[in-house]
């Protein structure tokens, strides 16, 4: 006997089910359900929502923001702050760029200072009736900078927490470097209007960040010119970065870089060039050989970097003061002089007429003074030799040695521990300085 489906007697809906060509068509539909269908239903409590839509421009449009107001019956969420933002007014602002500039560090977090705004924009976007203030400047190289937005809340505060808090800020900023603390401002005063500061060189048996530490500790100094020995031309890219991160901790400048040497190799000179933009310096010490000239005059043309010629005492190339006149005559305004005063006095010349007679063409001094007018002899601190140091500073200012020049204290003697006579050098130098400032 053969076995039957034993199947019970059943009503099936069978809905049509028509397939079509993806290709074909572009969209799709929903059939609608039957009268006697019983579709299941979403169970949605009823809630109100405030939506607030924020339209965002591109940054480096200056576009500001716009907000769009709540409808009427919207139920806006409240903070649990609201005690405190009805005391506080706050204004948007669009500050532009900022420049590169190390950041305040307060509780772990970098803040930047803002500058003030150009007059308001009638076209920016406005916020309880006050207009928001656009403000974009460039960096110091002229490239343009991250733009950001910050708000800015003024509170109602007592004029004693007022008081107490910017006492704490700015002793915070001093501690941090993030001011100018009253033994910077001190130590930037103490030559009148020169940038007096140091080559390096006299630190020459000291690695660079022990020589950089001496410098700020020690000296309390705020202008380097780098000789090879710290910082060659072969330094890799991420050396650079660090040694310039570190003299800008230590609110120290490297305004000189030297003594190189150039030649007939246009491709190596032009090493020097990019090694003395990647450092931001305009002043190049230099030892140029005669056939270098034509290489020289197209790279300070084409870098807007200042060529140096120092002159190394008796048997150099550049011995006596006719023979740097003579190398700069009829040169680019960018070629000029780095006056040694010691070689000078080495090789039995003026250095103070040397000042005179390149006048306009002096862009560095290496202020050292010597025992004796002779080719062998040794470092004294200056002013105990023949080095007449106020009239060094008589002429610098007669000849108006710019502040982009390179004034730089080198004394070589004691090259294990100098500091003590780097001291009393600096002390003659300040005392010098300050009388030419106030005659």
């Given at each position: 006997m053969q076995n039957k489906a034993n199947f019970r007697k059943s009503q099936v809906d069978v809905t049509p089910l028509v397939i079509m060509n993806y290709e074909e068509k572009s969209d799709w539909t929903l059939g609608e359900n039957k009268p006697n269908s019983n579709p299941i239903k979403p169970n949605f409590r009823?809630?109100?929502?405030?939506?607030?839509?924020?339209?965002?421009?591109?940054?480096?449009?200056?576009?500001?923001?716009?907000?769009?107001?709540?409808?009427?019956?919207?139920?806006?969420?409240?903070?649990?702050?609201?005690?405190i933002l009805e005391r506080m007014n706050v204004n948007f602002c669009a500050t532009g760029y900022y420049e590169s500039k190390p950041a305040i560090?307060?509780?772990?977090?970098?803040?930047?200072?803002?500058?003030?705004?150009?007059?308001?924009?009638?076209n920016d976007a406005r916020l309880s009736g006050r207009s928001l203030?656009?403000?974009?400047?460039?960096?110091?190289?002229?490239?343009?900078?991250t733009e950001f937005r910050s708000m800015t809340i003024k509170m109602k505060i007592s004029r004693r927490r007022f008081l107490t808090s910017s006492a704490a800020g700015i002793a915070l900023m001093s501690l941090q470097g993030g001011c100018t603390s009253t033994?910077?401002?001190?130590?930037?005063?103490?030559?009148?209007?020169?940038?007096?500061?140091?080559?390096?060189?006299?630190?020459r048996n000291f690695p660079i960040d022990e020589a950089i530490r001496i410098i700020h500790d020690d000296l309390q100094l705020h202008w380097v010119e780098f000789s090879r020995k710290h910082l060659p031309v072969e330094a890799a890219a991420?050396?650079?970065?660090?040694?310039?991160?570190?003299?800008?901790?230590?609110?120290?400048?490297?305004?000189?870089?030297?003594?190189?040497?150039?030649?007939?190799?246009?491709?190596?000179?032009?090493?020097?060039?990019?090694?003395?933009r990647s450092m931001s310096v305009r002043n190049i010490s230099a030892n140029p050989s005669n056939d270098s000239f034509d290489s020289l005059e197209r790279l300070v043309a084409e870098y807007n970097i200042r060529i140096a010629i120092h002159n190394h005492g008796p048997g150099a190339s550049y011995d006596k003061v006719a023979d740097v006149t003579d190398a700069v005559k009829g040169r680019h305004p960018n070629i000029g002089a780095c006056v040694d005063t010691g070689h000078f006095i080495r090789s039995a010349e003026d250095p103070i007429e040397a000042i005179y007679r390149?006048?306009?063409?002096?862009?560095?001094?290496?202020?050292?003074?010597?025992?004796?007018q002779t080719k062998k002899?040794?470092?004294?601190?200056?002013?105990?030799?023949?080095?007449?140091?106020?009239?060094?500073?008589?002429?610098l200012k007669d000849?108006?040695?710019?502040?982009?020049?390179?004034?730089?204290l080198e004394f070589e003697g004691n090259p294990d521990d100098p500091v003590a006579e780097i001291k009393q050098c600096i002390a003659v130098a300040a005392e010098a300085a300050q009388k030419v400032a106030s005659s």
């Open positions: 009823k809630a109100q929502m405030n939506v607030n839509s924020l339209i965002t421009k591109d940054y480096r449009k200056n576009d500001a923001f716009a907000v769009q107001k709540n409808k009427p019956n919207s139920n806006p969420i409240q903070s649990q702050s609201k005690p560090r307060v509780a772990g977090k970098p803040t930047f200072a803002v500058r003030k705004g150009r007059p308001n924009n009638p203030p656009v403000s974009a400047w460039p960096s110091h190289d002229g490239q343009r900078r033994q910077t401002t001190s130590s930037r005063g103490r030559f009148g209007p020169f940038r007096f500061g140091i080559q390096a060189h006299a630190l991420g050396e650079i970065r660090r040694v310039r991160a570190l003299l800008n901790r230590n609110d120290i400048t490297c305004n000189a870089l030297g003594v190189h040497r150039f030649t007939a190799n246009h491709d190596a000179n032009r090493r020097v060039f990019d090694f003395a390149l006048k306009g063409r002096v862009f560095g001094l290496h202020v050292k003074d010597v025992a004796e002899t040794h470092d004294v601190i200056i002013g105990a030799g023949f080095l007449d140091v106020d009239a060094m500073f008589e002429a000849v108006n040695f710019g502040a982009d020049g390179a004034l730089s």
